[in-house]
């Protein structure tokens, strides 16, 4: 079965920069699309990076574009997101999230049938 495992959440202050792993228990060669999401308390799972298989095209959400940046590595078989100049209201659980076929908009968390647990940035001001 494949699992979603990510890594290199943390703590940093405002201004900082974390890099986010992904790591599928399979090859992710197969999975047509991956993506990054996040949710701060109280508010709704939000999109906000993804990266297409096929051709390695990208796409962010307004609220990151500019500061994060997300690429994968296959030898390393590993998603990466690179986040620079963090503020406090990039605070959130990060979470990993993969389909295997492209079916509907990549922002929206039900185009996706895998999920890692998740891992915690705080940043502070």
């Known amino acids: 079965q494949v699992q979603l495992v990510e890594s290199g959440g943390g703590s940093v202050q405002a201004g900082g920069s974390l890099r986010l792993s992904c790591a599928p228990g399979?090859?992710?060669?197969?999975?047509?699309?991956m993506a990054w999401f996040r949710q701060a308390p109280g508010k709704e799972r939000e999109g906000i990076a993804v990266i297409y298989t096929a051709d390695y095209n990208t796409d962010y959400a307004a609220s990151v574009r500019g500061r994060f940046t997300i690429s994968r590595d296959d030898p390393k078989n590993t998603v990466y997101l690179e986040m620079n100049d963090l503020k406090p209201e990039d605070t959130a659980i990060y979470y990993c999230?993969?389909?295997?076929?492209?079916?509907?908009?990549?922002?929206?968390?039900?185009?996706?049938?895998?999920w890692g647990r998740g891992t915690q940035v705080t940043v502070s001001s």
């Open positions: 399979r090859r992710f060669q197969r999975m047509a699309v």
């Open positions: 999230a993969a389909a295997w076929a492209i079916g509907g908009v990549w922002n929206s968390a039900s185009t996706y049938t895998l």
